[in-house]
């Protein structure tokens, strides 16, 4: 027999692995975003190469390329720090934040990236979704300087 203490003991465990199930797809569903968001590059490239001369496509493809390695490197060093201030959201740090720019000393080359969850900062980081979701901002961030190089393809010499 299944009394009513074993009952919502088995009803914890459920909700319990549900949650676990509930995250897992959420970091599967953030980094899925993130590729498709990411291939926008592959796009943006064969549109800047079909905009050009015959002889400046491989310049273009090559510009399409340092975007998005540039802006990775940028985007650990930097960007991702100034966009998302972990320590204004914690208030054991004693830093109240900048409504504007990051300013603390988390996030700046993913420093600390491990011990707070990317999305809520409050949690230990589980399933990756911290990780998944530094690489989703940095797929629109590359995207957006892709765009910007592509504008301006053949008309800078």
């Not at 459920?14 to 959420?26: F, R, T």
């Not at 650990?76 to 320590?87: E, H, K, N, Q």
Request: net charge neutral.
């Amino acid at each position: 027999k299944i009394n009513m203490v074993n009952a919502t003991i088995l009803a914890q465990q459920a909700l319990a692995q549900l949650e676990g199930v509930k995250a897992e797809l959420d970091t599967f569903y953030l980094f899925w975003a993130a590729t498709l968001v990411f291939q926008m590059q592959m796009g943006f490239a064969m549109l800047s190469a079909g905009a050009v001369r015959r002889k400046n496509t491989a310049n273009i493809l090559l510009k399409g390329l340092a975007d998005a390695s540039i802006g990775a490197l940028l985007w650990y060093l930097v960007g991702y720090g100034f966009a998302f201030d972990a320590d204004a959201a914690n208030p054991k740090s004693g830093h109240t934040g900048n409504a504007f720019i990051g300013s603390g000393p988390t996030n700046f080359a993913l420093a600390g990236l491990s011990l707070h969850n990317g999305i809520a900062h409050q949690e230990e980081s589980k399933y990756g979704g911290d990780w998944v979701h530094w690489f989703f901002n940095y797929a629109f961030a590359a995207a957006a300087a892709t765009i910007v190089s592509g504008a301006v393809a053949q008309r800078c010499t």
